[in-house]
Every structure is written in structure tokens, then in C-alpha cells.
């Protein structure tokens, strides 16, 4: 189902009623409230911030995983890795089974930086989700679930079937 209307004109489409525009647009609001506060408490960006938490949590371990997670080009990954690593947050650690392979490793001002991300994220959440309550906010939550599952996507495979946990 669609919210688009019928007909292809574009003077029929009304923006502020498309799922997606809206979807767009929270997630852009989002983000740049997750960079006001990151930069402004640990001088890196949203984007910088939250490699450093899939780095903490073990959800990315190379510059490919995080391309693939971000949806981003390789080239622009190793501009982020080196401005993380020119921070003090991040180290390149060949592995030892494959040289072929370079790991991604937080320091320990990087591991001290990740621990102080999921309060950032809470904080922005609560925000935009004030005045929903906790029924809203898991039917959320699985509503965006469904989504994902409709995308036949199988990297987000782990977050259609999981339960809801506390996080962005």
C-alpha cells in the first residue's frame, strides 16, 4: 500500500503525506540533534559517534562492515577512519589470521568516548518522543520493523526478528 496518489502529476503530490518524506525527515531531524550534542560533548560528529559505538558493541570490526552498514563508499569510510584515528578513538590492526584483513580497534579514550554515545542517543530520543507513551513507542518500533522486513534485505535481518531493546 501506498501513500502516493493515483495519479502521476506532481501538483497531486502532497510531500508533507508522503511516509517516506516524513520518514526522511524524522531521521534527518534526528541525526542532526545526535551531531549537536556529540560535537558539543565529545568534538566528533553523529556520524563519528556512532562508528565508534558499532565499534564498541561489536557490530562492525572493518571499514567494509561499516560501507556496508552505513550504506556509504569505501572511500568515504577511510576518510572517517582517519579522522578517528587522528583523534586517539581508533586504531587499524591487521589481522593476524588474514594480513589481508585490517580490524578496526577503539582505543581507550575511544572505549571511554563510546561509553558516554548511548546517553547522547537517550537523550535525543526522549526529546523527540516525548508525549508517546511506551505502547506508542514499541508500536513504533515494530511498525519500522515491518518496513525493514518488506525490503527482503537480509542485512536487516537480525533487527526485524529481534525484541525491542532500549537504543536508536
Same mark, same amino acid.
Given at each position: 500500500?501506498?501513500?502516493?496518489?493515483?495519479?502521476?502529476?506532481?501538483?497531486?503530490?502532497?510531500?508533507?503525506?508522503?511516509?517516506?518524506?516524513? #520518514?526522511?525527515?524524522?531521521?534527518?531531524?534526528?541525526?542532526?540533534?545526535?551531531?549537536?550534542?556529540?560535537? %558539543?560533548?565529545?568534538? #566528533?560528529?553523529?556520524?563519528?559517534?556512532?562508528?565508534?559505538?558499532? !565499534?564498541?558493541?561489536?557490530?562492525?570490526?572493518?571499514?567494509?562492515?561499516?560501507?556496508?552498514?552505513?550504506? #556509504?563508499?569505501?572511500?568515504?569510510?577511510?576518510?572517517?577512519?582517519?579522522?578517528?584515528?587522528? &583523534?586517539? !578513538?581508533? %586504531? &587499524?590492526? &591487521?589481522?593476524?589470521?588474514?594480513? &589481508?584483513?585490517?580490524?578496526?580497534?577503539?582505543?581507550?579514550?575511544?572505549?571511554?568516548?563510546?561509553?558516554?554515545?548511548?546517553?547522547?542517543?537517550?537523550?535525543?530520543?526522549?526529546?523527540?518522543?516525548?508525549?508517546?507513551?511506551?505502547?506508542?513507542?514499541?508500536?513504533?518500533?515494530?511498525?519500522?520493523?515491518?518496513?525493514?522486513?518488506?525490503?527482503?534485505?537480509? %542485512?536487516?535481518? %537480525?533487527?526485524?526478528?529481534?525484541?525491542?531493546?532500549?537504543?536508536?
Amino acid at each position: 500500500m501506498s501513500d502516493a496518489p493515483k495519479s502521476t502529476a506532481i501538483g497531486d503530490y502532497v510531500l508533507a503525506e508522503s511516509v517516506g518524506y516524513l #520518514i526522511g525527515r524524522v531521521r534527518s531531524t534526528m541525526w542532526n540533534m545526535v551531531t549537536q550534542h556529540t560535537s %558539543s560533548e565529545l568534538g #566528533i560528529t553523529g556520524t563519528q559517534a556512532s562508528i565508534v559505538f558499532m !565499534l564498541a558493541v561489536g557490530k562492525c570490526w572493518t571499514a567494509a562492515d561499516i560501507a556496508r552498514e552505513y550504506g #556509504i563508499d569505501a572511500s568515504a569510510v577511510t576518510r572517517l577512519i582517519d579522522r578517528l584515528e587522528k &583523534r586517539g !578513538l581508533l %586504531s &587499524r590492526v &591487521r589481522s593476524e589470521e588474514d594480513r &589481508r584483513v585490517v580490524r578496526l580497534e577503539l582505543t581507550h579514550e575511544g572505549q571511554a568516548t563510546a561509553e558516554r554515545i548511548p546517553a547522547i542517543f537517550a537523550r535525543v530520543l526522549d526529546h523527540l518522543l516525548t508525549g508517546f507513551t511506551p505502547e506508542e513507542v514499541g508500536f513504533l518500533k515494530s511498525m519500522m520493523r515491518r518496513i525493514l522486513a518488506n525490503s527482503c534485505d537480509p %542485512s536487516v535481518a %537480525s533487527l526485524v526478528s529481534s525484541n525491542d531493546k532500549p537504543g536508536m
